[in-house]
């Protein structure tokens, strides 16, 4: 974490921005709104490596909103009212699916899609019921947040894009494409 810590800071040098110190909390702390009213980039449970994201138009608080469904495995929550529709209410990455399956829940190696495709532009409810249990506490999962009030929405941004490549965050979709590629050419 340490290591990655620097790396995240050499990509603020790089692009020119002053260092933020981030905060240490918890995804709870966040959930009950007790930190996180701003803007700025986040990184989930930093000792594993487990995903880096970005605020830039939202609050911290209003992005884990979605982000805790998918650690607590809510899918009944990321589908929403359970009715046939254009879409699903938040997606489940692939590579969030694989994350929450290593890092997170305790004897799960695959977690099914909360919804069907049906058509082109319909889905349907799929799994909404998943029950699981849990290697951590998920209320006091790690998160490191740094404050970027001061910067705008496209700077945040910016260094969330090049942060990313520098340190590859396990659940991160383009961790997720590369782990595929590499698996590919392994057995190819």
Known sequence: MEENLKLIQGVFDRLGYDWIEPYATTEGSINREEVG???????????VNFYFGKAATNTVIGRHR??????????AGLYS??????EAKDKFPDGWK???CKFILEGVDFIPSHYERIGKKRVRPGVLHFPVSYKVDV????VLVWNLEHLSGAQISEIEKAVIPVIWPYCNNETHRKRKLMHRSSIG
């Open 37 to 47: 009213d701003h803007r700025g980039l986040y990184w989930i449970y930093p000792q």
């Open 98 to 100: 694989d994350g929450v």
């Open 139 to 142: 209320d006091t999962l790690p």
């Open 66 to 75: 979605t982000h805790r469904l998918k650690l607590d495995v809510d899918l």
């Open 81 to 86: 009212t359970p009715v046939e529709k254009v």
